[in-house]
Nanobody
Framework: QVQLVESGGGSVEAGGSLMLSCAAS????????LGWFRQAPGKKREGVAA????????SYTHSVKGRFTISRDNAKNTLYLQMHSLKPEDTGMYYC???????????????????WGQGTQVTVSS
């Protein structure tokens, strides 16, 4: 059984930094994508960053490019999202997700992802 558990959320002032972690267990996907999504109050969940470990490529939504970095520690089976220069509009519940097989080209969409964590809250105050 695959489990994804996020941690690292919290409250910070604008301009601050946070690093989110997502610990995976029971996951043995070889052709897959790993991603971070967020959902702000009253808004749809959106893809923030994605990683294709087999290919070594990353993708980011435009609003976080240059500020967020997605990475993975294979030995710890943990996915990270390093966030710098945080803005109030970055506030939301952040979820990590993993696909079950080939994830296609739209890696920031929800449909390729089968496994989801419960989320960790990030609040950025102005």
């Amino acid at each position: 059984q695959v489990q994804l558990v996020e941690s690292g959320g919290g409250s910070v002032e604008a301009g601050g930094s946070l690093m989110l972690s997502c610990a995976a267990s029971g996951y043995t996907g070889s052709t897959y994508c790993l991603g971070w999504f967020r959902q702000a109050p009253g808004k749809k969940r959106e893809g923030v960053a994605a990683l294709r470990p087999m290919v070594g490529t990353t993708s980011y939504t435009h609003s976080v490019k240059g500020r967020f970095t997605i990475s993975r520690d294979n030995a710890k089976n943990t996915l990270y999202l390093q966030m710098h220069s945080l803005k109030p509009e970055d506030t939301g519940m952040y979820y990590c997700a993993a696909s079950d097989g080939y994830c296609g080209t739209n890696v920031l969409a929800e449909y390729p992802y089968k496994y989801w964590g419960q989320g960790t809250q990030v609040t950025v105050s102005s």
